[in-house]
């Protein structure tokens, strides 16, 4: 199933997508609800495994604007960085450099404000010079928590899980690494990109999960998220660890080799680029930088 937010003649609304992409039916729910976009159907499912029911409204998908599934996440965007070994190397002598040389320790993770989040087909606002020169992009598979827990054994992760949806992880280099930790740079307002839908567990393998990434056209990234170092379950078992997750948390899962900085030299996005991410078998958003 997958499940959208979406604003169709100034009304928002949840709904499921049909099968074939075309049309959306929408649940019943109460406008304090709506605003939340899926995190109360996330939040149901998990304590009832069940959804509300549909109501008799129905769009065309090519006549709404889709939001981010989860508009409002209710903390913090989990984030994993240096998690495929090509952009661990790519990335050596920047961002990874006071890391440890030896990949396979523990998982850096790090997070964005949910503030941050926009919808999938949104502008993404380029800040001032004087704020950041150094403007990339991260294409990343994103894991929805279903079933809530702490301490979660990587044994039984894949039954937290409710769905997946696609992110853009933005980034600020230049703030990136003056701070060190990596929270400021990740987290400008618009800096995080989030849909098109939620896709549920039950219909995708976000373990053999094709991750592409286009600037202006121009294939950047490509990978699978089967070459993760550290793996969908590694990833919540460790998110977890002393730390409870809640239904509706978001697990952004790193991202391939070719972003920006990574070239020789860097290619930095500028106003009026357009960057593509694309997961197979989930869907795609793509966004203006300006």
Not at 6 to 25: E, F, H, I, M, P
Not at 60 to 87: S, T, W
Not at 212 to 223: P, S, T
Request: some cysteine; hydrophobic content about 35%; proline content about 6%.
């Amino acid at each position: 199933m997958k499940i959208a937010t979406y604003r169709a003649n100034g009304k928002q609304y949840v709904g499921q997508v049909s099968d074939d992409s075309q049309t959306l039916q929408a649940f019943q729910l109460s406008d304090k609800d709506v605003d939340l976009g899926a995190l109360p159907l996330v939040q149901q499912y998990s304590e009832q495994a069940t959804l509300p029911p549909l109501s008799n409204v129905k769009h065309r998908l090519n006549e709404v604007q889709l939001l981010a599934p989860i508009p409002h996440p209710r903390r913090n965007i989990f984030c994993v960085g240096r998690n495929y070994h090509e952009h661990a190397a790519e990335l050596a002598n920047s961002v990874f450099k006071d890391s440890k040389a030896e990949e396979k320790q523990w998982p850096i993770v790090f997070s964005k404000v949910p503030e941050c989040v926009i919808g999938p087909f949104d502008n993404v606002h380029i800040p001032p010079a004087s704020v950041s020169d150094s403007i990339d992009y991260e294409a990343e598979l994103a894991i929805v928590i279903g079933k809530g827990g702490v301490n979660i054994s990587r044994e039984n992760a894949l039954e937290h899980i409710y769905g997946y949806t696609v992110v853009n992880d933005v980034t600020a280099r230049d703030v990136q690494m003056r701070h060190k930790q990596w929270h400021l740079g990740k987290s400008f307002d618009t800096f995080c990109p989030m849909g098109p839908w939620i896709i549920t567990a039950d219909a995708f393998d976000g373990e053999q999960a094709q991750v592409q990434c286009w600037v202006n056209g121009e294939l950047r990234q490509d990978n699978n998220t089967r070459n993760l170092i550290f793996d969908i379950p590694e990833l919540i078992e460790t998110c977890s660890r002393g730390i409870r997750l809640f239904p509706g948390d978001i697990i952004a899962t790193g991202t391939p080799a070719g972003v920006g900085m990574g070239m020789q030299p860097p290619r930095y996005l500028q106003s009026g680029d357009v960057v593509r991410v694309e997961i197979e078998g989930l869907g795609h958003i793509e966004n203006q930088f300006s």
